[in-house]
């Protein structure tokens, strides 16, 4: 990504940005998903 950054090829930079925020958002639903399962006797 740095050396994307020193050449100036922005659409590489914004496309692993893009994928950052996808792998960020998945980890997000995964952790969701765990804390469901694994506190289903709390009450809501």
């Known amino acids: 990504m740095v050396e994307a950054q020193s050449r ?3 659409h590489t930079i ?3 940005m893009f994928i950052a ?3 960020g958002f998945g980890i997000d ?3 969701l998903l765990i804390e ?3 506190l289903r ?3 809501d």
């Open 21 to 23: 925020a996808l792998i």
């Open 36 to 38: 469901s399962i694994l």
């Open 14 to 16: 914004i496309a692993y």
């Open 41 to 43: 006797w709390k009450a």
């Open 8 to 10: 100036m090829q922005t």
């Open 29 to 31: 639903k995964l952790m």
